[in-house]
């Protein structure tokens, strides 16, 4: 018997692993994508390179270069673009976003990961990861004047 669950758990963790696996797969390139995201993109990203793609939750998600940044785009399936992510330096936040860090009720909190997002009709906010003291972790958004988005 213990050698019958043995084997059970061991095709069970081997089962997950693959899903996990495929479900995560990029694709080198943009020229499998539908018409729609593939055009909806270069409309919007002009010049790239070191295009990958995946999808997540039927959301399709381009990561790619443009000149020397890295960016994330993000498309429904229709090619309707959502958003797109450039990870920045905590530096490089405006500094009203700065300042709303700093004193308000994050203040306490660490600083993690730090995003510019480019958003369709909102122009550009800022995702932060905080943690709190016992690393608790939270995604906070401010648009440019430093004001938190819900």
Known sequence: MKKFTARLILIIIISFGFYTVNGQVNNKGIK?????????FQKI????????WTIVDKTIII???SGSDFYDAFFDEKGVWLRSELAILYAQLPKPVQDSLTSGEFSNWEKGSVYKVDLPDSGEN??????????NEMEVNFDKSGKRIL
Do not use: R
């Open 45 to 52: 990203y002009t010049s790239t390179s070191e295009e990958s």
């Open 63 to 65: 990561s790619f270069k």
């Open 126 to 135: 800022y995702k932060i990861y905080v943690y709190s003291k016992d690393w």
């Open 32 to 40: 499998d994508l539908s018409p729609q995201v593939k055009a909806a």
